[in-house]
RNA sequence: GCCGGGGUCGCCUAGCCUGGUAGGGCGCCGGCCUGCUAAGCCGGUGGGGGUGUCCCCGCGCGGGUUCAAAUCCCGCCCCCGGCGCCA
């Protein structure tokens, strides 16, 4: 059984080397794994070598009859013990230490990524959509088009849409982050009527589309031990998103991605059982603690929402190709809703520790003339699937390996209804609802339909 | 929260009282045999190190006693059942 990461230590450093620099982080991490792994494999021969000349003498003494030569052998056992508990200590230390510095290891950078520290090394590698562009955004637009060679097809646009912020507060009065402010902190809101019937049609249209496509609905539980956190995310993520529960191991999670991960974690998965996809719904809460005073306005970026959640465990051949469906997945959706957007590959500087691999779906936002992520999608291969020891058996010859993982946004609530605010704006700040939501609408009397109408000026 | 039962190599299970290399069944893998299939027979079946034939570790987790612990002692975690509480 070998871990990509591992087996990559011992055959090739440089290629970790490689991938380390790819993600700016200091390459001399590798030298100190490397360092620490040839001192354990060569404490660990010594030790087994004093246990098993310990284990030969402590044999011995139960078919020694004559007495004389038991108090002799149990001499020389209790001689071995000392010698033995002197290595032991010392390969307890050096494995401890080695151990840490494993699973502080990022994932092994993919040679389609993109080389840069930040994401404007992001690439893009397709458009989707007739974004509505405001003369003053023409240039920025042009930025984020054709500087990287595509022809993107616009709408001129002569009057301003309203910030989905504004458009929350203020034009549709249907969300108040100030009163939330006052009950829970910033970051936090309060929806009321049609968007929250927009919230909830939104995840009933991404569980719909996808579990149609096979995907199996799964509702996890919405905390989880520490333990199976530390397998899904780094300690940079932990500290940064997690929410703790006050005096027991427990943590909100960040993403159904989380629970979804654990699922398996700890079993056997046979090969013909694979891929196992899954769409987990569920609500995320996320401390953005390391956001700054980014997008403090609206709903954005909030420290909960609802979010449909693609996860797929996968062989390992077939894993790049489920990452491909994965992120044609989330396109069909927001296709769907007819939201412009453009996919990038994301930039090695910017993945996290646990992908190997990034798409994000980002949309464009009419009022802020940016194109601003909505979904991202990752293939974190054999990394999450090691630390939560999710193994795949081959009928083959009985061989064992760890399966792949991966993730993507469907739908996260929020996020969406901030591009809808903005997309789907009138000049008189009426916003049309998206045609594929309707059905999900239909039923509730009291749920829009076509619109929602900004509140009457007195 | 209380009481009781339990956690053994993928699954099921024996061993625990009485300490001395963890056994069986199912499943799976490889082979033999056989018109085919089934059955049958033989071997294998966790992690690690080393490598022609080897060794170490592994019985929920962590300690302790012992030359030696699945087995005895202490603490903890989890699961099941009952009681209590309860949306």
């Known amino acids: 059984m070998t871990w990509s990461i591992l087996r990559l230590l011992r055959e090739n450093p440089e290629a970790l080397r490689e991938s380390m620099r790819k993600r700016g982080l200091d390459p001399s991490i590798v030298d100190r794994a490397v360092e620490l792994d040839t001192a354990w494999r060569q404490l660990k021969r010594r030790v087994d070598e004093v246990r098993h000349r310990h284990n030969v003498v402590t044999r011995s003494i139960s078919r020694a009859r004559d007495p004389e030569e ?15 508990e002197e290595l032991e200590a010392q390969l307890k230390r050096v494995e401890e230490e080695r151990r840490k510095l494993l699973l502080s290891l990022p994932n092994i950078v993919h040679e389609s990524v993109p080389v840069g520290p930040s994401d404007e090394y992001n690439v893009p590698v397709r458009f989707w959509g007739k974004p509505r562009v405001h003369p003053d955004f023409l240039e920025a637009f042009r930025q984020q088009t054709e500087k990287y060679g595509f022809k993107v097809d616009y709408e001129l646009i002569d009057w301003k849409p309203v910030g989905h912020a504004d458009m929350l507060e203020k034009v549709l009065r249907l969300g108040d982050t100030l009163r939330a402010a006052k009950v829970a902190g910033s970051r936090f809101y309060y929806l009321f009527d049609d968007l929250v019937w927009l919230d909830l049609a939104l995840l009933l249209y991404a569980m719909d589309k996808l579990t149609s496509k096979g995907y199996r ?52 998965i046979m090969e013909d059982r694979l891929p196992i996809k899954l769409v987990g719904v569920s609500p995320c809460f996320r401390r953005e603690a390391g956001a700054g005073n980014r997008d403090l306005k609206g709903i954005f970026r909030v420290h909960q929402f609802h979010k449909v959640e693609q996860f797929v465990y996968a062989k ?62 990752s293939n974190t291969t054999d990394w999450q699937s090691y630390r939560l020891n999710i193994r795949l058996v081959r009928r083959k010859g009985m061989v064992r390996e760890y399966v792949h993982t991966l993730n993507a946004t469907g739908i996260a609530s929020t996020r ?31 749920a829009p339909k076509e619109a929602i109408y900004p509140v009457k000026k007195e």
């Open 70 to 84: 038991r108090r002799r052998l149990i001499e020389e056992a209790r001689r071995l013990i000392r010698e033995r």
């Open 217 to 268: 609905l799964v509702e996890p539980p919405y905390m989880i031990r520490h333990k199976i956190l530390m397998g899904v995310i780094d300690v940079e993520t932990f500290k940064e998103a997690i929410y703790k529960i006050e005096g027991e191991d427990l943590y909100l999670i960040a993403t159904a991605e989380h629970p979804l991960a654990g699922l398996y974690s700890g079993e056997e």
């Open 316 to 377: 390992p051949e077939e894993s790049w190709d489920i990452l491909e469906e994965l992120i044609r997945n989330a396109e069909e959706l927001f296709q769907g809703l007819g939201l412009p957007y453009r996919v990038v590959n994301v930039a090695s500087g910017e993945l996290g520790a646990p992908a190997a691999k990034k798409y994000d779906l980002e949309v464009w936002m009419p009022a802020q003339g940016r194109y601003r992520e909505m979904v991202s999608a």
């Open 416 to 446: 969406t209804i901030t591009a809808i605010l903005e997309n789907y704006q009138e000049p008189d700040g009426t916003v049309v609802i998206p045609k594929v939501l309707r059905r999900y609408l239909e039923p509730f009397e009291r």
